[in-house]
Nanobody, 120 residues
Framework: QVHLVESGGGLVQPGGSLRLSCAAS?????????VDWYRQAPGKQREFVAR??????NYADSVKGRFTTSRDVARDTAYLQMNDLKVEDTAVYYC??????????????RGQGTQVTVSS
């Protein structure tokens, strides 16, 4: 069974950086295709942050120029590099990925979420 495991969240001061990871595991010949990053702050709706595809990337206006998403094919892992973090970036961050596995085919999975807190 394929799982997505997120890591990299934590507490950082405004202006700081964090790199989130979204790693696929548990299957054979995994290929991470499209990856969407979302976040949800307390009392707010889930918000789109960024999308990675093998052909391009897209970002929400609120993070454009500060966040970068990428994929490491060899590690079956996607990343969200977050620079110049602001207090309003505080949220639980989730990755949704379409992952190909040899016996299951291409299916959508969701990570467990990782907390990012930006505070002085």
């Amino acid at each position: 069974q394929v799982h997505l495991v997120e890591s990299g969240g934590g507490l950082v001061q405004p202006g700081g950086s964090l790199r989130l990871s979204c790693a696929a595991s548990g299957g054979t010949l995994l290929i991470v295709n499209t990856v969407d990053w979302y976040r949800q702050a307390p009392g707010k709706q889930r918000e789109f942050v960024a999308r990675y595809t093998p052909y391009n990337t897209n970002y929400a206006d609120s993070v454009k120029g500060r966040f970068t998403t990428s994929r490491d094919v060899a590690r079956d892992t996607a990343y969200l590099q977050m620079n110049d973090l602001k207090v309003e970036d505080t949220a639980v961050y989730y990755c949704d990925a379409n992952v190909y596995e040899r016996t299951l085919g291409s299916l959508d999975y969701r990570g467990q979420g990782t907390q990012v807190t930006v505070s002085s």
